[in-house]
């Protein structure tokens, strides 16, 4: 008898082990992102960030961090921290996606003479109401605090709408 339960305790391990292949098991209550959400495509794009130093949003979201996660997924990142070098990366490269703070983008109309950039407002512990608001007038948000893994998404998303 306990020959027999011994041997289906063994036979219900095998099948259970065969359910999770290759270390699956581990990452399955994680609530990880997929392949898709943090790699954007075959193409990176040029992307750029602003990190305005007065701004609690964009200090908070644009981190080095996130920059180096960009780049991870393919992408050409230029981080600036001043309004004098956002000037000018605006004027000396047509940028897929720019991403600053709501303030900061709003008198930037076509990001770099490009028409197909795609700006993105970043906000900080924001309600609902402003963030659905800015979702309505931009179609994107980097709400912070967040996941790096969640605001490549965004980005990435926006890179497949500049396209």
């Excluded at 209550?29 to 750029?48: E, K, M, V």
């Excluded at 600036?80 to 720019?98: G, L, N, R």
Aim: net charge positive; glycine share 8%.
């Amino acid at each position: 008898m306990n020959r027999r339960i011994g041997f289906v305790v063994l036979f219900v391990l095998a099948l259970a082990s065969q359910a999770f292949a290759c270390g699956d098991k581990f990452l399955a209550g994680q609530n990880n992102p997929s392949y898709a959400q943090t790699h954007g495509g075959a193409r990176g794009g040029l992307i750029l960030l602003y990190r305005n130093p007065s701004s609690v949003a964009a200090t908070n979201v644009l981190t080095p961090d996130l920059k180096k996660s960009l780049e991870k997924n393919g992408h050409k990142v230029k981080l600036v921290e001043t309004q004098e070098a956002f000037d000018a990366a605006i004027k000396e490269a047509k940028y897929d996606v720019v991403s600053a703070d709501a303030a900061d983008l709003a008198g930037v109309k076509s990001p770099g003479g490009n028409q197909k950039a795609v700006s993105v407002p970043v906000m900080y512990n924001a309600s609902w109401a402003d963030v659905n608001k800015f979702k309505e007038m931009y179609k994107f948000v980097l709400e912070g605090p967040n996941r790096t893994s969640n605001l490549n998404k965004v980005v990435n998303d926006a890179l497949r709408e500049a396209r």
